[in-house]
């Protein structure tokens, strides 16, 4: 009889043993803390830290939705970045890794920090005019008009110039028939793709290489983005994978350094991602601002008031592009969330409603 109540005492107690341990187990599973720091991938090759959403304390159960969201709105490439390390990367409709596409507009904001460039070098100056690099018959102006306009202006959209919004032909045109007097320049913020272009040619005309070229070895090649421009209906397009995309993204957020090494100057950094100008509070130097407290679209001269996209950060500044390009930088999160892919509904050059109903998905994620 005492050895059937040893054998049931046994028992029993290696079933409460048996029971605690996987109660342990499961109290005590530990989620690897988050990596400390910024993190800046190789040059070259494909390697690249990642940081889950675990470790970031995500909202998981979230995931599914968003990218749910992203594949039905005709994405190709979707990646997020904290402290440079990639949380999540997703590719859609056929698109993978090393496939390229189009930044279409995204493409002004990498113009512009190589135009910082060439201004920290001393190649030009964008208080100057226009025309000490374009020469004198660079428009139909007359010379009083077109000395008021300084590179500074195609920065900020603000030359003044007849931006022929919904015309295609001489919206891109560059060409000095083209260019016509509406206003003073800084008086007007107009979305002009040909004025745009022309601190392209300036790069050409100054440096004695192609902006092309420029791009490459100023920008490309010092953090390790895999692209090129490609002309195409009047327009220099740029092309990359996602990932080089972010690449560019993650030099913003680290304020123009790139591992230690500075791309382009502070001073030029603050004021090409800072309001320009009063007409278009959201916009920079070909960078598109949030949090302000107006702007203005690219298909009309209409001042709209409150922030470019409500959902998002009001510190966030973004490269956009035509069919929903779009390369977010947040400092304050320390995030750069790129998308790229066909347009998700609504055809537009740059901002679009697609932004604020992405930000309230990734929102469900991150907050």
């Known amino acids: 009889m005492k050895q059937l109540s040893y054998t049931f005492l046994t028992i029993f107690i290696t079933l409460i043993m048996g029971c605690s341990n996987d109660s342990d187990k499961n109290d005590t599973e530990i989620i690897e803390e988050e990596p400390i720091g910024m993190y800046f991938p190789p040059l070259e090759g494909i390697t690249w830290e990642t940081v889950t959403s675990s470790q970031l304390d995500w909202n998981t159960e979230n995931e599914d939705a968003l990218n749910a969201y992203l594949e039905e709105t005709n994405t190709k490439g979707f990646i997020v970045l904290k402290n440079g390390r990639i949380v999540f990367e997703k590719y859609f409709n056929g698109h993978d890794q090393n496939a390229e596409w189009t930044w279409y507009s995204a493409a002004k904001s990498l113009t512009a920090t190589f135009v910082g460039i060439a201004q920290d070098e001393g190649i030009l100056d964008i208080n100057n005019k226009t025309s000490d690099y374009l020469g004198d018959n660079w428009s139909q102006l007359s010379i009083d008009k077109q000395d008021l306009i300084t590179v500074k202006h195609h920065l ?212």
């Open 156 to 367: 900020t959209m603000t030359t003044g110039l007849t931006p022929h919004l919904g015309d295609y032909v001489p919206w891109v045109c560059k060409l000095p028939t083209c260019l016509e007097y509406t206003a003073d320049a800084g008086t007007i913020w107009a979305y002009h793709q040909g004025a745009y272009m022309l601190l392209q040619d300036m790069i050409s005309q100054s440096t004695g290489v192609s902006f092309q070229e420029y791009c490459k070895t100023k920008i490309s090649d010092k953090i390790g983005m895999e692209g090129n421009w490609t002309s195409s209906l009047g327009l220099n397009i740029y092309n990359s994978n996602t990932r080089s995309m972010a690449r560019f993204g993650l030099l913003m957020l680290n304020e123009g350094i790139w591992d230690g090494t500075a791309i382009v100057s502070k001073s030029y950094f603050d004021a090409m991602t800072n309001t320009s100008q009063d007409i278009n509070k959201s916009y920079g130097y070909l960078w598109w601002l949030n949090g302000k407290e107006n702007y203005v679209g690219t298909t009309s001269t209409t001042s709209n008031s409150g922030p470019l996209v409500p959902n998002a950060p009001d510190d966030m500044f973004a490269a956009l592009g035509a069919n929903d390009q779009k390369i977010y930088v947040v400092p304050s999160k320390d995030l750069v969330i790129v998308r790229c892919g066909e347009s998700a509904g609504e055809m537009q050059l740059g901002p679009s409603s697609f932004d604020n109903t992405l930000w309230e998905k990734i929102n469900a994620v991150i907050n």
